[in-house]
């Protein structure tokens, strides 16, 4: 066998395969950085539904403190507002379109909802909220009941 018939034989040489980690290399080092960014925006997003959760769950616990609870539902609360003596008002919490909202009119507490379910106990209502990145929240009101 002849030098010159080694040389002819199919395959990849050093010097191509070289080149191609080369490349390969350069295309993984482009990557890194929107690598980082992507986890940092995820980081950033879950740390964001933490905090509108937090900040849901201190309004609605402002709110009900001068409210008499009627009614608790799976989907919502019916309170009665009877700090005024001329008049009393009825004020709705519930679960809409991804939030929840304080009624009447529309008073969004807690964004970033996926649902929410309200169950009754003795001097307690507790309260399931799952979030829209599937976060499950559980907590306890203690409303002034009739």
Known sequence: MSIKNSFNKAGFSLIECLVSLAVLMSCLLLFQPALKVLIQVKEKYTHQTEL??????????NIIKELVLIRCEESKLVFEDRRRSDEIDRITIEHYQQMIRKKPGHHPLMLSVKSVKFYEFDEAIEVEVIMIDEEKHVFLLFPQKE
């Open 52 to 61: 509108e959760f937090q900040v849901g769950k201190i309004q609605l616990e």
